[in-house]
C-alpha cells in the first residue's frame, strides 16, 4: 500500500495534468485587461457559444462570476431569490450583503431545487414597504443538494414564474458541466433562460483557476466595470485561460467517469453500519452521506480516515462529502469505502467504545 492519500474532499483538488501545462506552456499571451489576450478572448468566445450567450468574461474564481452577477443584476436593498443553503448564502463570505447590499430571501428546496410556486409565493409585491424583489438564483448542479441535477422543465417552469414577476434570472453552473454529462441535455438548453451563467473550470473541469461568466453583450460590459473594480482585470492571463480551453476539449465527456466512481462509492458504503446514504440520490460526482453511530460525529470520523489516507470532509456535525474528479480513479474510491467501511467498524465495536 502507498501512502498517498486518497484525496476526496472537493473537485477543487484536481492537478492539472502533465498535457495541461504542455498548453498552458505554449498559449499565446497579451494584455486581457485590453482584451489583448488571444487565449482568453478564444475561452470567452467558446464559453459564449456553448453557453448560447452573446458574450463572456473570463474570472479569477466562480465567487467573483457569482458576486459580479449580482452587482449587475442589483441595486442595495433589493432581494435575491434563492435555495437556503446555495453557495451564494454559505460559501462567499456574506459577499451579496458586503459587496451588493441585497437581501437574501431563502427556499427550503428539496435537494437544493425549488418550484415555480415557491418563486411565485416568494416574489414581493412591489410597494414601498417591500424589498424590490429583484433575482433568481438557480445553482445546476446543487453543492449542498447532493450534486443533484435541476430537470430542464423544473428551470423553464421556475423562469416563467420569475418572468411573470419581472425577475432577473441567474445560473451558478460551477457544476452545469456535470449535469449536462449526467443528463445529456446541452449546457445551452439549460442555460437559455437565464441572464447570467457562469461555469467553473477548477472543478471536475480540473484546470488550476478561473471561471467564466457569460450573458449579453450589454451585461457583460457592465461585468468588465466591476471585475475592473474588484481587482479582477488580469495581464497575461492566457496561460490560465489555455488550461480552459485544453479541458473543454477533453475534459467534459469523462465526467461521466466520476459519476460512475461517486455511484460505486456511494454503493459501497451504503449498508455500513452507522452511516445513512441512498446511492439512488448520487446523480453526478457529489456523494453525501450522515454519521448515525451513537458518540460519533462527521469531524472525528473524517480526522480517522485521514489518518487512514483517506480525505473525506465534515460538512455539518453530522454530514460527510466525498467528490470524484478526474484524479480518483475507480480503485481509489472502492480503496476509500473499505477504508471507511473498517473504520467504521473499529468505531462501533465495542471495545473501541469502551476505551473511550
Ligand atoms: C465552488 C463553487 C462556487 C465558487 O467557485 P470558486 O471557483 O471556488 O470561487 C460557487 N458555487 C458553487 C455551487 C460551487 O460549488
Not at 87 to 106: F, K, N, R, T, W
Not at 148 to 158: G, N, R, Y
Not at 178 to 188: D, E, K, Q
Request: aromatic share 4%; hydrophobic share 45%.
Amino acid at each position: 500500500m502507498s501512502n498517498r492519500v486518497i484525496n476526496l474532499y472537493s473537485d477543487t483538488q484536481s492537478q492539472p495534468t502533465p498535457a495541461m501545462r504542455q498548453a498552458m506552456a505554449e498559449a499565446k499571451v497579451g494584455d486581457e485587461q485590453r482584451g489583448a489576450d488571444p487565449t482568453v478572448n478564444a475561452l470567452c468566445a467558446r464559453v459564449a457559444e456553448l453557453l448560447g450567450k452573446e458574450a463572456a468574461v473570463f474570472l479569477p474564481s466562480g465567487t467573483m462570476c457569482n458576486e459580479i452577477a449580482i452587482l449587475i443584476h442589483c441595486k442595495h436593498g433589493d432581494e435575491i431569490i434563492c435555495e437556503r443553503n446555495c453557495h451564494l448564502i454559505v460559501a462567499e463570505g456574506g459577499a451579496p450583503a458586503a459587496l451588493a447590499g441585497v437581501m437574501m430571501y431563502q427556499i427550503d428546496g428539496e435537494r437544493g431545487i425549488f418550484t415555480a410556486e415557491q418563486v411565485r409565493a416568494a416574489t414581493r409585491e412591489r410597494n414601498r414597504y417591500a424589498p424590490r424583489s429583484r433575482l433568481v438564483s438557480v445553482e445546476q448542479t446543487s453543492n449542498a443538494g447532493g450534486g443533484s441535477v435541476w430537470p430542464l422543465a423544473t428551470i423553464e417552469a421556475v423562469a416563467a414564474a420569475a418572468h411573470e414577476g419581472g425577475l432577473a434570472l441567474h445560473m451558478d453552473g460551477a457544476r452545469l458541466m456535470n449535469a449536462v454529462v449526467a443528463s445529456g441535455i446541452t449546457a445551452a438548453d439549460f442555460a437559455r433562460p437565464f441572464d447570467t451563467v457562469w461555469i467553473d473550470l477548477s472543478k471536475g473541469l480540473g484546470c488550476p483557476v478561473g471561471g467564466v461568466l457569460a450573458g449579453s453583450a450589454d451585461l457583460i460590459e457592465e461585468a468588465w466595470v466591476w471585475k475592473q473594480r474588484l481587482g479582477g482585470a488580469l495581464r497575461q492571463a492566457g496561460i490560465v485561460a489555455a488550461a480552459g480551453l485544453y479541458a473543454l476539449d477533453h475534459n467534459v465527456e469523462r465526467l461521466a467517469e466520476d459519476h460512475a466512481n461517486a455511484k460505486a462509492f456511494a454503493e459501497a458504503i451504503a449498508e455500513v453500519p452507522g452511516l445513512a446514504l441512498d446511492p439512488a440520490t448520487v446523480e453526478t460526482n457529489l456523494v453525501y452521506f450522515d454519521v448515525t453511530a451513537p458518540g460519533l460525529d462527521a469531524a472525528a470520523l473524517s480526522a480517522r480516515l485521514l489518518e487512514r489516507g483517506v480525505d473525506i470532509s465534515a460538512m455539518g456535525k453530522y454530514r460527510m462529502r466525498a467528490v470524484t474528479y478526474l484524479d480518483v480513479g475507480r480503485d481509489e474510491v472502492l480503496t476509500a469505502a473499505a477504508v471507511v467501511s473498517e473504520v467504521m467498524q473499529e468505531l462501533a465495536a465495542p471495545a473501541a467504545r469502551d476505551a473511550g
